[in-house]
């Protein structure tokens, strides 16, 4: 047995003491990963776009006993991220343990009519905003000589895979991107002590899916009913395993991409064969 084997298994994913800067934090999947670092015992440094964040953000404080700030920044732009990341690190009194790159944009437009702008603005706020944060998160434990991790968010869209009803090609090469990049950060960082990972959400209910109630409602649908455990999911489905990844309950995961899809990534339950096959398979089923 080692010597960890005496440790109560939960203590093992506390955050206590520890402070994490999260990009995208101001609502959806981001605000939810800071709520969830904050019940364990963490201080959160969150960085939005958005003017404010959502109002329960003044709630933290008082209600988990931790420090909690808020920098309004654009990741795009590298003064502005640069700067927002420093004041975060003040905030939280000169030292962070680790962060969660959650910024990110959609998209629903077909290759034959993407527009440049857009599509390079995309890859900028997903690929390059998550690469410079990861960066600034590494360089700042690599100075100060602290042991972290780093949680990227990729996507189910990451995997390879086309989702029928969604033309989002510049995205799912975005966070394939991000995807790709677990691996090589991995090998490089674990010198310093660091680990990087990213989790793959599936269809989660949040700000970003909301607008394709009204937008896409076929998507919604596709993704509810082709799902194995039958429904979307919630930023709260994704927020433990982000937790555990920042956690010393993680400590021998590096390189890795934690897909949670609600079984979607394997197969899908509206999935039959077209013409002859789907009447082999009646006749050979009955
Ligand atoms: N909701 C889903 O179904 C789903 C599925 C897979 C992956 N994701 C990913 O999860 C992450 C969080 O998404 P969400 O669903 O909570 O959506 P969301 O829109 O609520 O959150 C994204 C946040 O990123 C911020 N942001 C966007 N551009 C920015 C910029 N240039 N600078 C700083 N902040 C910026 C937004 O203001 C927003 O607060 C994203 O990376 C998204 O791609 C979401």
Redesign the pocket.
């Known amino acids: 047995m080692s010597e960890l084997s005496d440790i109560k298994v939960t203590d093992r994913f506390s955050l206590t003491g520890k402070a994490f800067v999260i ?2 934090g ?5 605000f939810a990963t800071a709520k969830a670092i904050a019940q364990l015992g963490g201080s959160v440094a969150l ?4 003017d404010k964040p959502v109002d329960e953000f003044d709630t933290l404080t008082k209600r988990f006993n931790v420090k909690a700030s808020y920098q309004r ?4 732009d590298q003064k502005s991220l640069e700067t927002a990341f420093d004041e975060s690190v003040k905030a939280m009194g000169g030292q962070i343990h680790g962060g969660v790159c ?5 998209i629903n437009q077909p290759l034959i009519e993407a527009d440049w702008d857009y599509s390079l603005k995309l890859l900028q ?2 690929l390059m ?1 998550t690469y410079w944060t990861a960066k600034l998160i590494a360089k700042h434990l690599a100075e100060t000589k602290t042991p972290g991790s780093i949680v990227c ?5 990451g995997q390879g895979i086309h989702i029928p009803v969604q033309d989002a090609a510049i995205y799912n090469a975005s ?1 394939a991107g991000i995807k790709g990049m677990m691996g090589p950060l991995a090998v490089e960082l674990g010198k310093y002590g660091i680990r990087i990972n990213s989790v ?5 209910h ?4 909301a607008s394709l109630e009204q937008d896409a409602p076929q998507l919604l649908k596709w993704f509810k009913d082709a799902a194995p455990v039958q429904r979307m999911g919630v ?1 709260e489905d994704i927020t433990p395993t982000i937790c555990l990844l920042l956690s010393d309950a993680g400590a021998f995961t590096t390189g890795a991409d934690m897909v949670i899809t609600g079984g979607i990534h394997a197969g899908r339950n509206d999935f039959v064969l077209p013409g002859e096959g789907a009447q082999w398979l009646q006749s050979a089923t009955k």
Do not use: F
């Open positions: 990009t995208g101001a609502r959806g999947i981001g960085i939005d776009v958005l920044a654009d990741i795009t959650g910024a990110g944009i959609n706020v997903n905003g968010i990729a996507s189910l869209s966070k793959s959400p599936g269809a989660i949040s700000p970003m899916t930023p």
